[in-house]
Each structure stands twice: as structure tokens, then as C-alpha cells.
């Protein structure tokens, strides 16, 4: 059985176009899927690009799938569009304030945060470890550009990954 994929991106990927995926806007790709996947940048933005609003767009019972950054989702809003079925499955390995929960065994100390600790609660929630760094394809190439960035600063020839700011 097929499927429609639908996609909104500021720059859409020809390519993917070519594969069939059908760019829309995203009015229409939150009010047209059944399974909504985040990935993308946390920037202004997309900070709580889901909401209250964007909810209210959806299909009941979609599935939401974030495996970018934890602000593109506004908690407390998913929190109650799972208590009403809007949302009907949540799948996240990123949360806003995984900073203090994450990152060191905590098994021992008692939960302060109670978004994550009501988000535990639901039987369709299903929360992992951000882990998409971890694979070996993707350290080689951690290490690949690393290196590659030394050599380049130690020569004394312009940087491929630098990073300019503008004030």
C-alpha cells in the first residue's frame, strides 16, 4: 500500500520532489497527515512551532515524531492534546530541558520536572535516548571533520566548517 509524503521546507529538495515526495505548505501538512515528523532546526522560528494553534490544526489522533530539539514542541500544549486524543501517539528522544535531566545517571534523585514526568505517564508516549550522534558512520565523520578543520587552521588556509557571526 502507498503512501503520500508530504513536506514543508523553506528550501525544498529537488531531488525528494523527484522521489515523490509533494511539497505543500504547512497549513496543509498539518491538517492533511496522519504522521507528522520533525526535523528540523531549533531557530526563532521553529521554537514552539508546535502549539496550542498548530494543534488545533491537526487530525485527531495524529502521530508526532520530534527527534530534533526539544523547543520545537511546546510541552504543556502536546500535554493536553494528549489528554484530549488529539495527539494520539508521541514519540520524542529530545525534550526542552534535557539538559538537567540527561547526560548523568539520575536514578537515585526524585524527578522535579513535571512535564516529563506526566509525559511518562501516558501509555502512547514513547520517550528515548537522543542518541542519532552515537552510530559510527556518523563518529568517523565527527572525527573526519575535525581533523580536517585542524589542518586547515594549522596552514593557515580559510576554514570549510567556520562559523561567522554578524553583530
Do not use: W
Request: proline share 2%; charged share 25%.
Amino acid at each position: 500500500m502507498a503512501c503520500r509524503v508530504l513536506a514543508y521546507d523553506m528550501h525544498p529538495n529537488e531531488v525528494l520532489s523527484q522521489s515523490g515526495v509533494e511539497y505543500v505548505d504547512n497549513e496543509t501538512l498539518l491538517n492533511e497527515s496522519d504522521i507528522i515528523s520533525l526535523h528540523c532546526p531549533l531557530t526563532a522560528e521553529t521554537t514552539y512551532m508546535i502549539n496550542r494553534q498548530t494543534l488545533d490544526i491537526m487530525k485527531p489522533g495524529i502521530m508526532l515524531i520530534n527527534t530534533s530539539r526539544g523547543a520545537l514542541l511546546n510541552t504543556k500544549h502536546v500535554i493536553k492534546a494528549l489528554k484530549k486524543g488529539k495527539v494520539g501517539y508521541l514519540g520524542i528522544d529530545v525534550y526542552e530541558q534535557e539538559e538537567k535531566l540527561f547526560f548523568r545517571d539520575r536514578s537515585e534523585e526524585i524527578l522535579q520536572d513535571d512535564e516529563i514526568a506526566r509525559l511518562m505517564t501516558f501509555p502512547n508516549v514513547l520517550i528515548t535516548a537522543h542518541q542519532a550522534f552515537f552510530t559510527k558512520e556518523a563518529l568517523e565523520q565527527i572525527a573526519t571533520t575535525t581533523l580536517r578543520n585542524l589542518e586547515e587552521l594549522e596552514q593557515g588556509i580559510e576554514l570549510s566548517n567556520e562559523v561567522l557571526t554578524t553583530q
